[in-house]
């Protein structure tokens, strides 16, 4: 079974332009979740969805931040304009329902590094 | 909201015993142990969904105090594998949301 599948893996942009980042989750999971990690702020929880609707979107640090989930089988998080602080691992994660057996655990995709310069 | 992970870094010769704690101010519905090695994804150890549940993977087990709202993450006869940077998630009791919020992390470097 394939796990959470993000794209690209790695990014470098310049300054000023737009940046949209890719999650595939794993298959009838209903939760998808964007965090960032720094260094500097750990692993932050920026939003997440549940069957496709944004639940909680406190995290998402700028209106230069969004994020999208047209369906359940896709998300994006874009940032335009990027910014140098913007540089990090963004992973993409998702979860089962309550009901299934594995319903609390949340898997992490690799994550896309992105470098904003 | 952060639970508190301590120590921030350990250093063990292999085979020594490890253990990691996680606090948080408000009482909990579930604690999630995270092991995440340089350059990937932080990788699911274990959850701990009731007060006082422990929960054991291979060497490596966990306890859950509900009452002091702590969690323990042991590691036992450490292997070199182990070395990484552990990370206890937290989701509060009666949230009505799913929030899994991260704490800033223990290294663990296991030395031969």
């Known amino acids: 079974d394939a796990g959470v599948i993000q794209s690209p893996r790695h990014e470098v942009t310049e300054m000023g332009q737009e940046v949209t980042l890719r999650c595939k989750p794993i298959?009838?999971?209903?939760?998808l979740f964007w965090y960032r990690q720094t260094m500097m702020r750990g692993l932050e929880l920026l939003i997440y969805f549940n069957n496709n609707v944004p639940i909680d979107d406190s995290g998402m640090p700028e209106d230069r931040f969004s994020a999208k989930m047209p369906n359940a089988s896709f998300s994006t998080l874009k940032i335009q304009p990027s910014e140098p602080r913007d540089s990090a691992v963004y992973f993409c994660?998702?979860?089962?329902?309550?009901?299934?057996?594995?319903?609390?655990?949340?898997?992490f995709g690799e994550g896309s590094w992105l470098t904003v310069v | 909201q952060q639970p508190v992970q301590s120590p921030q870094a350990v250093i063990l010769r292999e085979g020594e015993d490890a253990v990691i704690n996680c606090s948080s101010s408000k009482a909990l519905y579930s604690v999630h142990w995270y092991r995440q090695k340089h350059g990937e994804a932080p990788v699911f150890l274990m959850i701990l969904l009731k007060g006082g549940e422990q929960k054991g993977h291979d060497k490596i087990s966990a306890s859950f105090n509900e009452k002091k709202q702590q969690s323990s993450l042991y590691l036992t006869a450490s292997q070199l594998s182990y070395s990484g940077t552990y990370f206890c998630g937290t989701v509060p009791w009666m949230d009505s949301s799913y929030k899994l919020i991260f704490g800033s992390g223990t290294r663990l470097l296991v030395r031969p």
């Open positions: 994660a998702s979860r089962a329902g309550q009901g299934s057996p594995s319903g609390n655990t949340i898997y």
């Open positions: 298959s009838g999971h209903d939760y």
